[in-house]
């Protein structure tokens, strides 16, 4: 069994990133969705993560704290999220996603497969178990339930 080099794990990762963002940008083209990216981003740190506080939240979500309380407000107002008092602060308010949001979510995603699967009905079976792999590999890999820390690289 051969290992391949750190330059080409580096470069067939960074490919699968490129890649996997191409491929979400085409689906949602696909499906004509025109709900923000930060909405499915924010239900979907919220189904991983549980409910947090909105600066969390907007951290996670890659918005600012000014955008993700309009957001959120926005989300309150579709029933998708709702708002719960912080366990650990009286004075504060912790943001989870509701059954209604999760459905949203999980629609949407069905909508995004379902949009490209036209794309790979042509697949092996090789092919298809090949992506099922590169799917459980990165399931064990990327924790989804909390932010990835910064890595530096020297």
């Known amino acids: 069994m051969t290992h391949s080099t750190p330059s080409d794990l580096r470069n067939t990762i960074g490919d699968l990133v490129v890649a996997s963002h191409r491929l979400t940008r085409l689906a949602v083209r696909v499906t004509g969705n025109t709900e923000s990216p930060a909405v499915w981003r924010t239900l979907s740190v919220l189904q991983a993560s549980g409910p947090m506080r909105l600066g969390e939240l907007a951290a996670q979500s890659r918005v600012s704290q000014p955008t993700m309380t ?11 999220v709702k708002r719960i008092a912080d366990t650990d602060d009286a004075r504060a308010w912790q943001i989870a996603a509701t059954a209604k949001g999760e459905t949203a979510l999980q629609n949407w995603r069905d909508e995004l497969s379902g949009a490209l699967v036209p794309m790979f009905e042509d697949l092996t079976e090789d092919e298809v178990a090949a992506l099922r792999a590169t799917v459980r590999i990165l399931g064990s890999r990327v924790g989804l339930s909390a932010p990835a820390e910064p890595v530096i690289a020297h």
């Open 70 to 80: 309009k957001l959120v407000r926005n989300l309150v107002e579709s029933e998708w």
